[in-house]
């Protein structure tokens, strides 16, 4: 038996559970966020009471600010952040202060009262409270994106963006969503429902599935300009390198520039030329063959050795696979699309590695295949492979029937 010390040094939670435990005056406050001090604008011309944090600034004629900054844009890769130590002297002068001044130090810095979790001194109130992925992308950014697609944010019209999918256009895309459901395993995501009637039946792990398998297949060229399916794209990536089981410094590195590009791009502080290459890291695989299983066969080999070899006298498993025409092309780093198949071929079930599923949009097929590091594999023969039978270097990833 022995004493178990344990120190928390990290804490999750829905935005406004952190915001009340952390004693800060949260995110409609002119200086919001619980990780860096940069404060809120409003846009007079709107006469709007909300604040917001754009990086780059409205001109003075257009914000209505009490607390003018000095640039007109901010530089995300150096935001003003939170220090503890800045945190817990703001505290103590507030404590100091008469009430006039103790609220006007409180607004100006967004602070309201003492963290709740002032006895855990292992937490630093700047730096373990990171923002959960859940909460931050599928109930905030995703969800906001899709209405901004539909028209349907906060009735706000697209302005010069050209970012707005018709609802004809997008009812094509609701009933290709909900037939996918019937080509996708259910262990890859449960059903999908109508993404334009039933929003609200659409959970977390839905809107997880469907931006980043299905999104790629079925928003491609459906916007009137490329770069927002770019952009879109662009947050498929970073999401699934979130996802990954581990990641190194050089991806955490990429991973950030990456975020900087993509709010950057939001706001339309944009280059030209959208050059985004979706390139996924997975291992390297020679060629990938993807194709549906038509039957399973066991059969069984005669005794001669000069023929059959090591296998002479043993049971093999074969599978009768139709192979689709994908050009060999990896679903796990590039959209793949087919619409005919090639000839029938007995292969050993051992090179059959994974289980795929696919969705249809505009008369092709795509697959949906899972990004390995970060999922599982339904089917894993690679530990078997190659005795007695030739191996070709393929991979094969297949669907069922
Ligand atoms: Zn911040």
Known sequence: ????????????????????GLGIRGHNALCPCRNCTMKGVRIASTGGTNYYIPLRLPTDGQQQQAHKEPSSSREPGSLPKRTHKTWVLTLTHMDA?????????????????????TRVGSLDYAKSFPWDWMHLLLENIVPNLLDLWMGRFKGLDEGDGGYRIPDSIWGQIAQETEEATKTIPTEFV???????????????ESYCFWFCYLFPVLLRNRFQQQKYYQHGCLLVKIMKCCLQFSITEKE??????????????Y???VRSNYDLPLTLNGKEVDTVWYGRVMSIMAVDLPGDRNVYGK??????????????????????????????????????LNHITALVGRAKSRNQ?????RFEDCALAAFDGHEERGEGVEDDGADWHIFEQ
């Open 97 to 117: 202060a008469g009430s006039g001044e103790r609220e006007r130090i409180g607004k100006e810095n967004g602070l309201r009262e003492w963290p709740i979790f």
């Open 252 to 265: 955490l590195d990429e991973l950030e520039a990456d975020i900087i590009e993509w709010v950057r791009k």
């Open 190 to 204: 449960r059903v999908l429902k109508n993404i334009t009637a039933h929003r609200s039946g659409f959970t977390a």
């Open 1 to 20: 038996m022995f004493d178990l010390h344990a120190y928390q040094l990290l804490k999750t939670g829905d935005i406004i559970a952190i915001e009340r």
């Open 365 to 369: 097929w795509h697959i949906l295949d």
């Open 311 to 348: 296998c002479a006298g043993k049971t093999h498993l074969l599978a009768v696979v139709q192979p689709c025409n994908t050009g060999q092309k990896d679903a796990r780093k590039e959209l793949v699309a087919y619409k005919d198949y090639a000839q029938p071929v007995a292969i050993d």
């Open 267 to 269: 706001e339309r502080c």
